[in-house]
């Protein structure tokens, strides 16, 4: 199992910037397939945006897309979410997630191994 412990959260404005870290310990990092999931209050946690192994491949939520971008430093054991243009509605606790997989599911429940979040707040 991985521990993933997440950092980077705020408030900031919207049109802002924040770039969230995930940083694992516990395995092999580089065997994992990474990404982000958000929880709004009071909504399921949806898929964000994922990266495999080796940071060949990307893949985002249709809101992400062109204002998030997902990457990973396999020498620090870390997966970062840089998030730009940021919008109220992306107001949410961010979670890291990894999966052994070739690439992470993108559905919730498919995933076994969570940090903890970190909240976002986007103010209008």
């Known amino acids: 199992q991985v521990q993933l412990v997440e950092s980077g959260g705020g408030l900031v404005q919207a049109g802002g910037s924040l770039r969230l870290s995930c940083e694992a310990s516990?395995?092999?990092?580089?065997?994992?397939?990474m990404g982000w999931f958000r929880q709004a209050p009071g909504k399921e946690r949806e898929f964000v945006a994922r990266i495999t192994w080796n940071g060949d491949a990307t893949a985002y939520t249709d809101s992400a897309k062109g204002r998030f971008t997902i990457s990973r430093d396999n020498a620090k054991n870390t997966v970062y979410l840089q998030m730009n243009s940021l919008k109220p509605e992306d107001t949410a606790v961010y979670y890291c997630?990894?999966?052994?997989?070739?690439?992470?599911?993108?559905?919730?429940?498919?995933?076994?191994?969570w940090g903890k979040g970190t909240t976002v707040t986007v103010s209008s």
């Open positions: 997630a990894a999966s052994r997989l070739f690439t992470l599911p993108t559905t919730a429940s498919r995933v076994y191994d």
């Open positions: 516990g395995r092999t990092f580089s065997a994992y397939a």
